[in-house]
Structures are given as structure tokens and as C-alpha cells.
């Protein structure tokens, strides 16, 4: 199932709390995890719990909450060795340099440590937050070097002021990132040996040098599936107009402005691609004059000429040898024919259909609901869905698309 693609395996976090001052993060790091559809347990340590409450972290995770406390009936009904069992993965957000000691030695004297230390057959990360001094300090990384050895996972502080109020490495990593790494960790790694070129955003052809043309495409699709795909273990190269989207982990992004610049960065990045998709929503006309100054309103009217962009996904339907090609068509009648006839004059291998004219959905928003279109004709509707999700499903149809090669061709590019 695609929904659950992040999330494969058991769709189950356990996040460690332990005793930093950025223990408060931890309902940040929790409530985004929820968010991304995972199931979150909480284990906290007795002093993480004068940083923040154990109701706190029920209340976001929807779960009780593990702590020192003994408690018989649900050690009989659950029992915290069998809840690491059945987890995908063990988060430890803040980790202080105490349980990093404890974990690397392995003493197991309280109930996150014993979980841990229970925790052999799941991926174990630690988002370690201390002052600069015991980051620093040779134990300390002779523990993290230990640790890294057999295997755990980390995401490393940040530099920064600290709430000590000293300066260096030892803040938490930022919560987003941390989640990142954790929905990374736990996707199956389906595109590894796929090189990805993404496009999105819109472009923005200028008039004169305070004023352009553009639309009115946040970059939310292409970013999404640029994230997905290097979540699932692709390289993906990112070319982005202007959008005020956040840089997804691991991908490599160029930015760019007009549908000339995002040409050339496509191109470039095109020979080692086996996969194109194409999310931008490029401008297909741009002043055919481009003023060096301001336009001044006192220039009793102004008539911008317009001269069409080059098309860049027809270019590289040209080019295209055996890598696959996916576009979007942006529509606001008969969506299926004339994504079908783009598809084909674009020689693309699937088509996401999209119905701009409805306003709940496509430009803007977080979900959308689209149609996506073969090159054999075939079309599938989708429901509607958040984008991250969405491109997850896009991406599914990458390994559909290997399976059943167009007569001739061989996987290559
Ligand atoms: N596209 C492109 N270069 C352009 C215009 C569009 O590469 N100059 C790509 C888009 O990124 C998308 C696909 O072509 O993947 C279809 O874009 P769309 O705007 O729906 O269609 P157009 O080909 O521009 O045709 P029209 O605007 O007439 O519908």
C-alpha cells in the first residue's frame, strides 16, 4: 500500500525522552511524527519529566506514556520488551550525553535504558543535546564513536547558543530534521540506483527589473516528491523556480528563476538521469523585450509583447533514450484528453493530470486529487490526497514502469 509507504513495517516510532533542557522539543518531534501518520510511544526517563510532563506527550502521541513507574497491569497487558519488538524504529530526541554513556556500556538501569538495550533487531537513533563542554568531552565522543560502530543511528547537534548559555555544538538537531531522518530511516529503499530530476515551482519571466510574470504554483508537489524520492533511496537533483518551500534532506537543489535558467539547469542534469519529473509549472511566455529599467508609470501605456519559452519537457522527450519521463497537465477542461495528447506529443511515459479550475485542490494546497495517465492509455484516478502521499503514489508507478518495459527498450539511460 502506497499510503503506508513511509511508514513500512510497523508503522510504530518509540521516542526516548531523556533530561535535557531541549526535552520540551520532544512534543514537537512527536506531534510531527503523528502528523506524517506514524504511531508514537513515548518512554520517558524520571528526569526528562521535570522538563516536561508525561500528559503533555500523551496527549500528542495518543498513548500513554512509559515512565520509571511500575505499572503491573499493563506490564501484563503490553510489556515494554514486546512494544520494542513490534516498532519500527527507537528515536532517542533529546539524548543526553548520560544515556549515550549508559547505552554505549551497556547498563540497562531504567526503563528507556532497558529499552534500548531490548532494542537489537529495530534501528536505534539518538539526537544527542548537551552543553559544548560534554559534547566535546573524549568520553563522550569515544561514546558516540562506539555507538556509531555498532550501528546506531544519529543526527548530530547543532551549532548555535546554547541554553546554558554557552556557544557551540550541542543544540538539538532541529525537530524537523530529526523527523526527516526518522521517516528516511524507516522507507523502504526501492529507488536506490535511480537518479531523479525534479522539477517545480513556477518561473517568474521578468519585465523589467522589479516586475515579472509568474503563476501561482507553491512548488508543494515537486518538493513532495523530491523528498519521497530520496526518502526512498534515489539521488535526486531538485531544480526549483522561486518558492518558499523548505530544502528537503539529501537532495540537491538548484534554484532558478526563468523557464530559460530552468532550462539550462535540466539540461544539465539530465545525462545522468533514468528518471524526469517534471512538476514545474513553467511559464510558456516571457516578454519578448526585457526593460534594463523601470517601467515608469508616467509612460502613458504599456503593451508587453510575448514570445513562447522553450518547451523544455518536449526537448527532452527528444532526448529521452530509455529513462522515463512523467509531466503534469495542468487543466481546466476535458483533462484527460488533453493530458493524453501531451502525453503523447511530449513522448513522456506517464502524464499526472491535474484540474487547476477546482479551487480546493492543485495550486496552493497541501492535497490534491489527480488522474494519472499511461502511456498505454491507461488511467487511474486517485482519491484525494495529501501531497506527500501523492508523490509517493507517482513514484510507485517508477517501478510499475521497469516492470513492463515498452516493446525494444531495456532499462538504461
Ligand atoms: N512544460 C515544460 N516547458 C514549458 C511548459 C511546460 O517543460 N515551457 C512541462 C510542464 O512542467 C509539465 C508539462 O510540460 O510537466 C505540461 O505543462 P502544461 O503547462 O500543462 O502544458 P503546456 O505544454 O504548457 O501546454 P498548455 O499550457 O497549452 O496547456
Not at 522539543?25 to 506514524?38: F, N, P
Not at 518561473?203 to 504554483?217: C, G, K, L, W, Y
Not at 526549483?240 to 534554484?255: E, I, M
Not at 512523467?326 to 477542461?333: K, L, W
Request: glycine share 8%; with cysteine; net charge positive.
Amino acid at each position: 500500500m502506497v499510503e503506508t509507504r513511509e511508514t513500512e513495517g510497523p508503522r510504530t516510532v518509540l521516542v526516548g525522552v531523556t533530561g535535557g533542557i531541549a526535552a520540551y522539543k520532544s512534543a514537537e518531534i512527536v506531534r510531527s511524527l503523528i502528523k506524517e501518520g506514524l504511531h508514537v510511544h513515548v518512554v520517558m526517563t524520571r528526569n526528562a519529566q521535570e522538563f516536561i510532563t508525561p500528559l503533555t506527550l500523551q496527549v500528542l502521541s495518543g498513548n500513554p506514556v512509559w515512565t520509571d513507574t511500575f505499572h503491573l497491569t499493563r506490564e501484563q497487558e503490553i510489556g515494554h520488551i514486546s512494544l520494542v519488538d513490534r516498532a519500527g524504529l527507537f528515536l532517542v530526541a533529546p539524548a543526553t550525553a548520560n544515556v549515550l554513556g549508559k547505552v554505549a556500556s551497556g547498563v540497562a538501569d531504567d526503563l528507556l535504558t532497558t529499552m534500548v538495550c531490548a532494542a537489537n533487531r529495530i534501528p536505534v537513533i539518538f539526537a544527542p543535546s548537551m552543553n559544548v563542554n560534554m559534547y566535546e568531552n573524549p568520553i563522550t565522543q569515544g561514546n558516540i564513536r562506539k555507538l556509531k560502530r555498532l550501528g546506531y543511528g544519529f543526527v548530530e547537534p547543532a551549532e548555535g547558543d546554547l541554553a546554558c548559555g554557552y556557544q557551540g555544538v550541542g543544540r538539538l538537531a532541529d525537530p524537523q530534521e530529526i523527523v526527516e531522518r526518522v521517516l528516511s530511516r524507516l522507507c523502504v529503499k526501492d529507488l536506490a540506483g535511480e537518479t531523479i530530476l525534479v522539477t517545480a515551482g513556477p518561473t517568474e519571466e521578468a519585465i523589467d527589473p522589479v516586475r515579472f510574470i509568474t503563476n501561482p504554483s507553491s512548488g508543494k508537489m515537486g518538493y513532495a516528491i523530491a523528498r519521497a524520492a530520496a526518502q526512498r533511496g534515489a539521488k535526486v537533483v531538485l531544480v526549483s523556480g522561486p518558492t518558499g518551500c523548505a530544502p528537503p534532506l539529501d537532495v540537491s537543489l538548484v534554484r532558478v528563476r526563468s523557464a530559460e535558467e530552468m532550462r539550462k539547469a535540466v539540461m544539465k542534469a539530465f545525462p545522468p538521469a533514468t528518471v524526469v519529473v517534471m512538476a514545474a509549472a513553467v511559464s510558456d511566455f516571457r516578454p519578448a523585450v526585457r526593460s534594463r529599467h523601470k517601467v515608469k508609470k508616467h509612460d502613458a501605456s504599456l503593451t508587453i509583447r510575448m514570445e513562447p519559452t522553450p518547451d523544455i519537457l518536449f526537448e527532452l522527450g527528444k532526448r529521452k533514450e530509455q529513462r522515463i519521463l512523467i509531466g503534469f497537465a495542468a487543466e481546466t477542461r476535458s483533462l484527460v484528453k488533453n493530458a493524453s495528447e501531451k502525453l503523447a506529443k511530449k513522448n513522456l511515459d506517464l502524464i499526472v493530470a491535474n484540474d487547476v479550475s477546482r479551487k480546493e485542490i492543485g495550486f496552493q494546497s497541501d492535497s490534491n486529487q489527480v488522474k494519472l495517465i499511461g502511456k498505454d492509455g491507461n488511467v487511474s484516478a486517485l482519491p484525494f490526497l495529501p501531497k506527500r502521499i501523492l508523490a509517493h503514489r507517482v513514484l510507485d508507478q517508477i517501478g510499475m514502469l521497469r516492470k513492463k518495459p515498452a516493446k525494444g527498450s531495456r532499462r538504461g539511460g
